[in-house]
């Protein structure tokens, strides 16, 4: 397998680690292979390679690097949401594993690791790669176990795999034709998630004063998802340049801003602006999906 036509990132900040998985890699015919040390670099990296394979520790100068990987599998770093990504995790805790795992890589290994160990993996996955699901918080390779009777079907988006393509020397055009058709469905799908939180959301705050049950920080942690679903409501409608969305998305960030200030409850002006925006905006991104 040749790995000669592959843009590579490897981003470890131990330099004795660094280089020598990075001449493990040049030894093994990864020939665009790009080195850095700190997520400011990856970031950089990121932003202008548009890598095919990002190998990468969890953490780089003390910053979270899932960060970044949870940016590019939600559209808002590099070129899109498809690199390979290994992640190697300095620590074998629970907690932390998953905090990694939720990023969205494609794998995770436990460092130190074994070099020969390593390109099994990569050479695995550029065989075949997971297809990715979408819920309201997470983008990314499907690790669910089996699905369980009266849950939640959750469909699943076959990804386009660049090592692949790239090792068996494929189509570079019908890759890039794969990536925007992947994408968009990610995009409709992530949209689609969004309205039946903005729905619940419609629900569960209403509710929440009717019962004279007011627990001011889950008001405040569901009025801050509120702001967040709107941003990235206008972020990943910008496209259709549509007016309506914009304004009721920007309604409702106000709105939530308002709840997420109270000191005992919203009024009942506050409550009607909330689930208006919430009910409009939910109807006008129904309005650009497909049926």
């Known amino acids: 397998m040749n790995f000669n036509d ?11 680690v660094r280089r ?44 979270f690097i899932g960060h970044l990987i949870s940016a590019i599998r939600n559209t808002k770093l590099g070129g899109h949401p498809f690199p390979v990504v290994v ?32 390109l099994a993996r990569i050479r695995a996955l550029a065989k075949r790669r997971k297809p990715f699901v979408v819920t309201q918080d997470y983008t990314g390779p499907d690790r669910r176990g089996k699905h369980r ?24 055009t019908l890759l890039q034709r794969e990536i925007e058709r992947a994408a968009t469905s ?27 049950c007011i627990d001011l920080p889950i008001l405040g942690t ?21 007016a309506a969305i914009n304004s009721l998305a920007d309604a409702l960030m106000s709105a939530a801003d308002t709840a997420s200030e109270v000191t005992e409850r919203l009024d009942d002006q506050g409550l ?10 939910s109807q006008a991104i129904a309005r650009l999906l497909p049926q």
């Open 6 to 16: 592959v843009n590579s990132l490897l981003a470890i900040d131990n330099p004795s």
């Open 149 to 172: 009777p009266g849950g939640e079907t959750i469909p699943l988006v076959d990804v386009p795999n660049p090592l692949n393509v790239k090792t068996k020397k494929g189509n570079l």
């Open 20 to 63: 020598g998985l990075h001449d493990f890699f040049k030894a093994a015919n990864f020939g665009a292979l790009t080195e850095v040390s700190s997520h400011v670099q990856l970031h950089k990296a990121i932003e202008e390679q548009n890598p095919d394979l990002i190998i990468t520790a969890a953490e780089l100068d003390g910053f």
């Open 186 to 212: 990610l995009n409709a799908m992530k949209l689609g998630r969004y309205i039946v939180q903005l729905k619940w959301l419609n629900e569960a705050i209403p509710k929440m004063h009717r019962d004279e």
């Open 222 to 242: 569901h009025a801050a998802r509120l702001c967040q679903v709107a941003e990235d409501v206008k972020l990943r409608t910008a496209v259709f340049a549509d």
């Open 87 to 118: 992640m190697l995790s300095p620590v074998a805790g629970h907690d932390y594993l998953k905090k990694v795992i939720d990023s969205g890589p494609d794998d995770v290994l436990l460092m130190p690791i074994a070099p020969d160990q390593l």
């Open 272 to 281: 009607e602006t909330l689930s208006v925006s919430c009910y409009g905006l």
